[in-house]
């Protein structure tokens, strides 16, 4: 397979396929990125090479289409003079020197078509390997963020295993054992805790209406004294 096959298998290739069947990522993006950057090295210096190969056919087509003008040229002169054998000796060489230069046209448009097609590859390549290492960093970063979330929780599980140790001593519990036990205090506790709060409710609610019937009782009270002031008065006389 030649370069330019190789450089666009690659670009079409699917970075995340790669990564979801490595058993190490990180590894190998890395391998891949060495991969794509020896395959980029070796495109420039293709593109390079077949420049320096155009550029040569281009002056050579040059120096061929200067002989072909002096030719003809010839070829004039000779029937100016009458002389046509002699023309058609010139016109023949004029002939063979166009075969020529046509040959050297179709390989420079050849030359001129891979360099295009390298050079543009070549960019999609780039363009391919930054990305890589830009995932690669994420990858990188990622890793950093997973190993400090489980340091942390190895720390939080060793505080919480030497706490229910400690409690669970004198006890002679088991780590398990201590964990129910507290899982259950837990419960409890909540429990507890909803019955006193809904017993508060229920305490206000009997507090509001004792309040109500007291307000009740004494306006019943003004109205009867209102009503009945001298029965009011000896009411009170006869529970003192």
């Given at each position: 397979?030649?370069?330019?096959?190789?450089?666009?298998?690659?670009?079409?290739?699917?970075?995340?396929?790669?990564?979801?069947?490595?058993?190490?990522?990180d590894?190998?993006?890395?391998?891949?990125?060495?991969?794509?950057?020896?395959?980029?090295?070796?495109?420039?210096?293709?593109?390079?090479?077949?420049?320096?190969?155009?550029?040569?056919?281009?002056?050579?087509?040059?120096?061929?289409?200067?002989?072909?003008?002096?030719?003809?040229?010839?070829?004039?002169?000779?029937?100016?003079?009458?002389?046509?054998?002699?023309?058609?000796?010139?016109?023949?060489k004029?002939?063979?020197?166009?075969?020529?230069?046509?040959?050297?046209?179709?390989?420079?448009?050849?030359?001129?078509?891979?360099?295009?097609?390298?050079?543009?590859?070549?960019?999609?390549?780039?363009?391919?390997?930054?990305?890589?290492?830009?995932?690669?960093q994420?990858?990188?970063?990622?890793?950093?963020?997973?190993?400090?979330?489980?340091?942390?929780?190895?720390?939080?599980?060793?505080?919480?295993?030497?706490?229910?140790?400690?409690?669970?001593?004198?006890?002679?519990?088991?780590?398990?054992?201590?964990?129910?036990?507290?899982?259950?205090?837990?419960?409890?506790?909540?429990?507890?805790?909803?019955?006193?709060?809904?017993?508060?409710?229920?305490?206000?609610?009997?507090?509001?209406?004792?309040?109500?019937?007291?307000?009740?009782?004494?306006?019943?009270?003004?109205?009867?004294?209102?009503?009945?002031?001298?029965?009011?008065?000896?009411?009170?006389?006869?529970?003192?």
């Amino acid at each position: 397979m030649g370069l330019l096959e190789r450089i666009k298998n690659v670009v079409r290739s699917n970075l995340s396929d790669f990564l979801d069947r490595a058993e190490d990522p990180d590894k190998m993006i890395g391998l891949l990125i060495q991969d794509m950057e020896a395959n980029l090295r070796q495109a420039r210096a293709q593109i390079a090479q077949m420049t320096g190969e155009k550029n040569h056919f281009q002056r050579r087509y040059r120096e061929l289409a200067d002989q072909i003008e002096k030719w003809e040229g010839k070829a004039r002169i000779a029937l100016n003079f009458g002389n046509e054998p002699l023309a058609r000796e010139a016109l023949a060489k004029k002939l063979d020197l166009d075969e020529r230069a046509g040959r050297l046209r179709r390989q420079i448009a050849d030359i001129q078509q891979t360099i295009d097609d390298l050079r543009l590859n070549a960019d999609s390549l780039q363009s391919k390997i930054d990305n890589a290492r830009q995932k690669r960093q994420e990858l990188r970063l990622q890793r950093k963020r997973e190993e400090a979330l489980r340091a942390i929780e190895r720390s939080h599980d060793a505080i919480r295993r030497a706490g229910l140790e400690g409690a669970s001593v004198a006890r002679g519990e088991t780590i398990d054992e201590a964990i129910l036990r507290a899982q259950s205090g837990a419960e409890s506790a909540e429990e507890l805790r909803r019955a006193l709060y809904e017993n508060r409710f229920e305490q206000l609610e009997q507090t509001g209406k004792i309040d109500q019937a007291l307000e009740e009782l004494k306006r019943r009270m003004t109205v009867e004294r209102k009503e009945h002031p001298d029965s009011a008065g000896s009411e009170a006389s006869e529970k003192l």
